[in-house]
């Protein structure tokens, strides 16, 4: 195996078994495969300086390699190589570099390996290689196959998500005391993020995002100088990252210490829909059924808040349910916020669903976020042609008079296991 030398026995083993699990899976003739790192970006009119460099996952999964200008390539008659840049000495001067960069085939002996094929199908997956052209088509079947692998959390991988997982425990554990009237969305990101790394996490996963009153409503918002109010919600979506693998944790705390009777009611319709939609998360379900029972339990609730009138069913294929819970219930996690998750081919929306992230049979060892909300957006609210096709199924008078609550989002990470999900991040309170 081509992999580090200086890598721990368990991370060398794991990579060993990915990459003979790609292959097998592959079932290659004579087609040959090359993935990319990619290479640092430059930002637009800030001279050298570029992005904060992260190698494609597609890369990392199979070689845990950080350093950019890699390529790994898979012949089916002589296996993987490790193509990677030499250390130069400008680099040792200004940034430094790990002490295994230099461990592989050196980059400049690609051009050889793919003369020697020229004539075969060559694939590009992870970030672009130059030269090389293949069939979509082809490449998308390889990818589809690779993904297939990559969603099953090996050990090591699961070691590293629990790593970020007790980072963004930590994190909000600290930031639920700090709540107050007058702090600001900022601040909270500040604190928030400062308790990640301080527990542990290389970078945050995400942009974080703190929504207080109505921002609470705007499903990705990112934190402003607004202070925070006594009487109103506010939304924390955020994650530690470590080793690339990631934690996605959302919690919706009142900023008063306690809910008024209608944000109670409205986050115990939420947090039900998440433990319908866990109870689902079974090797064998499909990932839809996950959103479905969510959605359900969401009309359900709403119709005995006298929101929504009619039947679960009705309510869900109407699209009424969409119109307050407009996203997919969650996606697959792990190797970054969205990893390996995908809609296999001939998957379409089912009535009344919003296009889901990933559709497809969930397996032992997938890991999904869970994360239902109740939001009331007056985007979709104040529609008028949803107002009208949905006249008989929605009270739009109680409607208007909660256009500035916000919402109410709770997100979990749950893996699956033969003797049922496992919830990573149980331990982050939902009350505060």
Do not use: C
């Not at 997938?366 to 939001?375: F, I, K, M, N, Q």
């Amino acid at each position: 195996m081509s992999a580090s030398t200086s890598l721990d026995t368990d991370v060398a083993a794991a990579i060993e078994r990915r990459r003979r699990a790609v292959a097998e899976r592959w079932n290659l003739d004579s087609e040959a495969v090359v993935i990319g790192a990619g290479d640092p970006i430059h930002i637009p009119g800030r001279a050298d300086r570029t992005y904060p460099f992260e190698p494609h996952t597609e890369y990392f999964y199979l070689t845990d390699r950080e350093r950019p200008g890699g390529v790994l390539a898979f012949d089916p008659g002589e296996g993987w190589v490790d193509f990677v840049m030499p250390v130069s000495r400008e680099e040792l001067v200004w940034e430094g570099a790990p002490a295994d960069a230099g461990e592989g085939v050196p980059l400049t002996e690609l051009e050889a390996w793919l003369a020697a094929r020229r004539g075969r199908p060559i694939v590009n997956l992870g970030s672009p290689v130059a030269g090389v052209q293949a069939p979509e088509e082809l490449a998308a079947e390889l990818r589809r196959q690779l993904n297939y692998v990559r969603r099953e959390k090996d050990a090591v991988e699961l070691e590293r998500m629990r790593v970020a997982e007790r980072a963004t425990s930590a994190g909000f554990a600290a930031i639920v005391p700090l709540l107050s009237a007058g702090r600001t969305e900022r601040s909270v990101q500040v604190e928030l993020e400062a308790e990640f790394f301080r527990r542990g996490a290389d970078r945050v996963a995400f942009e974080t995002i703190v929504a207080g009153g109505a921002n609470s409503g705007v499903l990705h918002f990112p934190p402003t100088t607004r202070p925070l109010e006594d009487g109103e919600l506010v939304l924390i979506d955020a994650g530690g990252e470590f080793r690339n693998y990631a934690s996605d944790v959302t919690r919706t705390y009142p900023v008063s210490g306690s809910f008024t009777p209608e944000q109670a009611a409205i986050h115990e319709i939420v947090r039900r829909a998440g433990e319908a939609a866990t109870a689902w998360a079974l090797p064998g379900t499909e990932f839809r059924d996950l959103h479905r029972a969510a959605a359900l339990t969401i009309a359900e609730g709403l119709s005995d808040f006298g929101l929504l009138r009619g039947g679960p069913e009705t309510l869900l294929e109407s699209g009424a349910v969409s119109l307050f819970f407009p996203h997919g219930v969650g996606h697959m996690v792990g190797l970054g916020v969205r990893d390996a998750g995908e809609v296999l081919p001939g998957r379409n929306p089912q009535p009344g669903m919003p296009s889901l992230r990933a559709d497809l049979p969930l397996l032992a060892g997938h890991a999904v976020t869970v994360e239902p909300g109740v939001y009331f957006i007056p985007a979709l609210l104040q529609d008028p042609d949803t107002r009208q096709r949905l006249r008989d199924l929605v009270d739009w008078g109680r409607a208007d008079q909660l256009l500035g609550f916000g919402g109410i989002r709770i997100e979990n990470n749950v893996v699956l296991t033969e003797d049922g999900p496992e919830v990573l991040t149980a331990d982050i309170p939902i009350l505060g």
